[in-house]
């Protein structure tokens, strides 16, 4: 009978373990978009880190209080902001005013983002969206405190008012911060899911923002700003109608929502 129990709970052990087998940080994962084009994402493995802006960091915004923030569950991110190539092979449109082969779609709205969202997930059976402003941050500073995710040699790692040549560049193009992220600085800034609030100061478990509010977030800084407003922290809030050559975005999915894909 002992024996029994043992092998039964060997058996338990292991059926656990295998159950509990995942993605780990740093694992990529290809999806296809309709119309034939393909996006690279990489997996975030869950949890915490300090989210805001030192006290007494160069160039921060009264709007970056540090607080604390436990992300429970892992996501997948895109590698590269969502290029015109992905957008034109879901939306069958162009309207970027810079365009160029690889480089990131431009001239893109919340509403813009919300829409391309639907076809895509139409396409692979749901769960694709935007990262919450938590989620990008967390993956922007892959680890770091710095302002600039790798270090203070943010022309390494970002196109902004500085390299730039006064346009957005071709994605992948600077290095890539630690988790292997391209461009979460400078070149476009990128739309967030949330509603810009105060709610951010508070220490938070998977915060995803106001239930309502007038603006949304966006991230990380673009060809046409300084230094300091690429930094990790750095927060912009606009209405979600608006486009704009600053603007872009990248794609977020979920590992639960992600085994449904086609």
Not at 3 to 14: K, Y
Not at 74 to 102: D, H, I, N
Not at 234 to 258: T, V, W
Request: aromatic fraction near 12%; hydrophobic fraction near 35%.
């Amino acid at each position: 009978m002992k024996h029994c129990i043992a092998v039964a709970f060997s058996f338990a052990l292991a059926a656990s373990a295998f159950c509990n087998e995942g993605p780990k940080r740093g694992d990529t994962k290809t999806i296809n978009l309709p119309g034939g084009a393909t996006m690279e994402m990489i997996w975030c493995e869950p949890g915490e880190f300090i989210m805001g802006s030192d006290p007494d960091e160069e160039g921060r915004f009264s709007d970056e209080t540090q607080h604390k923030v436990t992300l429970r569950r892992g996501f997948w991110l895109g590698k590269y902001e969502v290029t015109q190539e992905q957008w034109l092979s879901v939306m069958k449109e162009q309207r970027a005013k810079f365009p160029g082969e690889g480089h990131p779609q431009d001239s893109i709205s919340w509403d813009d983002c919300k829409h391309f969202i639907e076809q895509v997930n139409a396409f692979v059976g749901g769960g694709v969206r935007l990262p919450t402003e938590a989620e990008w941050e967390y993956a922007c500073r892959a680890g770091s405190s710095t302002p600039f995710s790798g270090g203070e040699k943010l022309e390494d790692v970002a196109w902004y008012a500085a390299n730039s040549c006064g346009q957005p560049q071709r994605v992948g193009t600077k290095a890539p911060n630690a988790w292997g992220f391209y461009d979460m600085h400078g070149n476009l800034l990128e739309w967030c899911s949330d509603w810009y609030s105060k709610l951010y100061e508070r220490d938070a478990i998977d915060p995803k923002g106001s239930v309502v509010g007038s603006f949304r977030v966006l991230k990380g800084g673009c060809w046409f700003f300084f230094a300091r407003d690429c930094r990790s922290a750095y927060r912009l809030k606009r209405d979600p109608e608006i486009r704009n050559c600053l603007y872009g975005f990248r794609l977020a999915m979920s590992q639960k929502e992600a085994s449904d894909e086609k």
